[in-house]
Structure formats: C-alpha cells, structure tokens
C-alpha cells in the first residue's frame, strides 16, 4: 500500500465553469455562518436540558465537553445532533442529561466563545445524525468574476442539483487523516479512540466516494440516471433499484425527486448492475488498498447520493467585490460543494498550498 503515501490530490471535476474567478472565505469567523435545523423540537419536560448553543471558534465536541463540566455532567451525557465547523460562527442543539436544573449561575463558567441562546427541557437524548438540514449564510471578500454568471450558475444549481463531494475537512490537514487510514489498514497504526478511529475510516470511504463522483462528472452522468443504477429517495437515505430507467423515473430526477447515487465502500458485493457496477468497480480497483482495508474493518456498503438539492437560495453584492449567500442543504452536505462550483476561492482558515476550493 507504499503508494498510498504519495500526495493526495484533490482536483475533482466541476460540473459548471467557475463565474468567480477569485475570491475569499472565512475571513473572518461571521464569514461562515451555520444553524442547525432539527426534525423534531423539544417537549418542554424531561430529564434531559436542552441547550440552543451558538458558538465561534470552536468545535463541537470541545463545545459539549464545556457543556458537561459546567453543568457538572459526565460527557457521556452530552448528546448532539452533528459536528459543525470550527471555523464558523454556528448555533446547534446539544441535550445535557441533567434531571435537576443546575446552578443559577452556571454559564459563567462556559468559555468566551461559547453563548447559550435558549434553554429548555426535552424527554430523549439528541442523537448523532438526528438532523434534518443546515442554512448557510456565508460572505465572500474579494471578488472577481463574473456577476451575471453567477447569478445564472445559482440558478442552475438550484433547478439541477449541485455534484455531493465530501469536502475537504473530512480529510483533515494536509489530508492527514486519510495517511492515517493508510497506516491503520498497514498495521503501522493502533487507535484505541473509536472516534479518531471512525474518522480515519471515513475519510478512506469519503475519497473512494469522491473517486466516483469526479469520474461521473467527466463522462457527464452525474446528474443522468443511468440503467442499473441504485436511486435515493430525496431527503431520505432510502434507496431502490432501477435496473431500467424509464420516462417516470427520468421526470422523477428531473424534478429532484431520486438521485443517482455511488458507493460508500464496504464488506459485500455492489448491488448496482450494467454499466453503473462497471464504473464503480472500476474505481475500486484504482483504490484497491483503502477498499480492501475499509471492508476488513467491517463496514458494509451503503449508498450516498450523487447530488444534492440547492434550497432557500439567495444573494447579494455586499459591495463590489463583496458577495452574501444563504442557502439550506440537506443533513451531510457540503457548502463547499457549493463554493466550489460558483468559483475558484481560498478558505482564508486553512493551510498555505491546501487551501484552494
């Protein structure tokens, strides 16, 4: 597998030419602005405290760690629905089991960056997944481009569909944590910590994932469902077989309603056929070491669509060379996945010669 640890490169095809030619994000942390959407709401009553949290500058589990010693908790009893970006200003639900109501005054000893925004109480723990969506609104500093063309790729995007890469936080700095998947499949790394473990485990299935995406989007049959193909319910991860695409299920991608999906790589043969299964197959081979690593480390395979859907879609010129967007993704998405096909941008937060979208 030694030929794994060449650099990892991540120059994945767009479906759009770029209207923004330049272009900055997360200038600053309000830049990239982040709410969470829940499925369901809390009852009013119950053991568990349910906090609305908006924080700046820090990650998620740091956050609910806070949370835990400041109500004086075990961190075992801190649940939330996702993990948001550090570099962002974020507002989240985290359930604290807390049956009695802590201390006046325990928010004093919550870190500068974390702000309670709303409390109350709910019956169940917030699970891990139990996520409906998030709104970005995000600020681009330093624009050159084209606006009209921007305007008409958003609208593309929002009629079509935008290509669902993982994006490149899943992969840690400087793709670190796919070199870790690499030394964890070779035997040269131990990782007792299940969370670090699963990190590294998805990063492998994340870029097998992308593989198959980038090599969809260069033959043009990303957003064209295909005979044999494995098609997801919107909105939903339910998926179903077409081994023949016919003109209810071509008008029902048309109207974003299944989407074509690929491989989140794992133990058990593909279930897609024809050309889909040869395509993916395909991939695999060119991957063969993280592939063979992922399915000995017991995942199984799964689905994940190929496209996602573009909604609550605005803009605005800030100034010249200034722009604002807001728009809703569904639980899993990327808003980079969006960035990256308005314009070629850097990400003002990460690494010198790794920060380009």
């Known amino acids: 597998m030694s030929d794994l640890r060449e650099p990892w490169t991540t120059d994945w095809a767009r479906w759009r030419a770029p209207a923004l030619t ?116 995000l600020v681009l500093r330093d624009c050159q481009g084209d606006a009209q063309a921007l305007a008409e790729g958003l609208a593309a995007l929002t009629a079509h569909g935008v290509p669902n890469y993982f994006g490149e936080q899943r992969f840690g700095r400087g793709r670190g944590n796919l070199d870790r998947a690499v030394a964890l499949f070779e035997g040269r790394l131990r990782e007792p910590d299940r969370k670090r473990r699963g990190l590294y485990l998805s990063a492998a299935r994340s870029w097998v994932f992308n593989q198959v995406l980038d090599r ?7 957003d064209r469902p295909l005979d044999g193909e494995l098609l997801m319910l919107d909105g939903t991860h339910s998926w179903f077989q077409a081994p023949v695409i016919d003109d209810t299920l071509r008008r029902r991608h048309a109207e974003l309603d299944v989407h074509p999906t690929g491989p989140l790589w794992g133990a058990g043969a593909l279930e897609s056929t024809g050309a889909v299964a040869a395509l993916e197959t395909a991939v695999a081979g060119e991957w063969q070491a993280l592939c063979a690593g992922l399915e000995a480390a017991g995942l199984r395979q799964e689905r994940r669509a190929l496209r996602l859907r573009l909604a609550d879609v605005e803009h605005a010129w800030l100034a010249a060379d200034t722009l604002q967007l807001a728009f809703t993704l569904p639980a899993g998405a990327y808003a980079t996945a969006v960035l990256r096909e308005l314009g070629t941008l850097r990400d003002a937060q990460r690494a010198e010669g790794e920060n380009e979208l």
């Open 22 to 137: 330049a272009g900055i994000i997360r200038q600053q942390p309000d830049d990239f602005r982040v709410d969470e959407i829940l499925p369901y709401t809390a009852e009013g009553e119950g053991e568990h405290l349910w906090l609305q949290v908006e924080k700046t500058g820090e990650n998620t589990d740091f956050v609910g760690r806070a949370l835990a010693r400041a109500i004086g908790v075990p961190p075992r009893g801190v649940g939330y629905a996702g993990l948001k970006d550090r570099h962002a200003v974020t507002t989240q639900w985290f359930s604290v089991h807390a049956p009695k109501d802590p201390p006046a005054d325990w928010q004093s000893g919550l870190p500068s960056g974390i702000r309670v925004l709303e409390a109350t109480r709910g019956r169940r723990k917030i699970r891990t997944g139990s996520l409906s969506g998030n709104h970005f609104t």
């Open 216 to 222: 969809r989007l260069r033959d043009g049959t990303w």
